[in-house]
């Protein structure tokens, strides 16, 4: 996903003249550009109008997040693309014991985001194949187009846990050159 300052920058406009555009302050336009600022769904429509998107889209985009169940993959996902590479544990295993206490496929029915990095769209993608199998559900479609990694990722970043990470990772992980122990979904 591009910046809003990416935006303006690759089409040439000033931030003087996004700001006329969109019919907001420079100071604006400088907060709509400054990373962390909560802006509002009006003003970012006005701004992607302001760069020729269409600015229906950032409403439907804002309606779709909020029509996605908390606990679902996609919304996991989102929360990790959001919080950076090292929150996946945390937002990962929130959404593993969602799906365990209601076993809903509909938790699995969106694909992650694709702003997601691709060691954790795999991993997601194999956890929810782990999780459709336990609970004799059919895994989503989405899945199947998940592809593996070009090189192996050993999840648990223990050098003395490697061998054993070869050994025990289950198929779905293995398949996407994912290593895992056994345990990887269970919790103490």
């Keep these: 996903m591009i910046s809003i300052a990416e935006a303006r920058k690759r089409r040439g406009i000033s931030q003087r003249e996004m700001a006329a555009r969109a019919g907001v302050s420079f100071r604006g336009v400088q907060l709509l550009e400054r990373p962390g600022h909560n802006w509002r769904v009006s003003t970012m429509a006005r701004a992607a109008e ?62 992650p985001v694709e702003e997601l990095d691709s060691r954790l769209r795999a991993l997601c993608a194999s956890v929810a194949e782990a999780l459709c199998h336990e609970f004799g559900i059919r895994a989503p479609g989405w899945c199947e187009g998940v592809p593996g990694l070009g090189r192996p990722w050993f999840v648990s970043g223990i050098e003395n846990l490697k061998a054993a990470a070869l050994v025990e990772s289950p198929v779905w992980f293995r398949s996407r050159n994912i290593f895992v122990l056994d345990n990887f979904l269970s919790r103490a």
């Design 50 to 111: 302001a760069l020729g998107l269409p600015g229906r889209g950032v409403d439907m985009a804002v309606g779709r997040f909020l029509r996605l169940h908390p606990d679902s993959v996609r919304a996991a996902s989102t929360r990790m693309a959001l919080d950076g590479f090292e929150s996946w544990k945390t937002h990962l295993f929130d959404f593993v014991d969602a799906f365990r206490s209601v076993g809903d496929v509909a938790l699995v029915g969106d694909p």
